[in-house]
Nanobody, 117 residues
Framework: QVQLVESGGGLVQPGGSLRLSCAAS????????MGWYRQAPGKQREVVAA?????????TDSVKGRFTISRNNAWNTVYLYLQINSLKPEDTAVYYC?????????WGQGTQVTVSS
């Protein structure tokens, strides 16, 4: 059984920062690369950052230098984090965590990030 719980979103002004958190429960997650995805209104869900079990991170070009992904591996839960700095209006989206690059067929509720002045 898997569970994905995201938190930490909110309404911030451009240039602000947020730290998103995710608890991914289920043995399927620990050995795998994990990612943060986002879905903006009217757009497809995209992966913006991913991190391997060993800690190697990759980012999509639009967030490089502003987003930092990290993880802690517990026995049955992966704790995933996303530090977001220098937020832009185009970062507005619902953010989700899941396995990457192929997500499991289950999604949490996500956490809404809204960047607006």
């Amino acid at each position: 059984q898997v569970q994905l719980v995201e938190s930490g979103g909110g309404l911030v002004q451009p240039g602000g920062s947020l730290r998103l958190s995710c608890a991914a429960s289920g043995t399927i997650f620990r050995p795998n690369t994990m990612g943060w995805y986002r879905q903006a209104p009217g757009k497809q869900r995209e992966v913006v950052a991913a991190i391997t079990r060993g800690g190697t991170a990759n980012y999509t070009d639009s967030v490089k230098g502003r987003f930092t992904i990290s993880r802690n591996n517990a026995w049955n839960t992966v704790y995933l984090y996303l530090q977001i700095n220098s937020l832009k209006p185009e970062d507005t989206a619902v953010y989700y965590c899941n396995r990457a690059p192929i997500p499991v067929n289950y999604w949490g509720q996500g956490t809404q990030v809204t960047v607006s002045s």
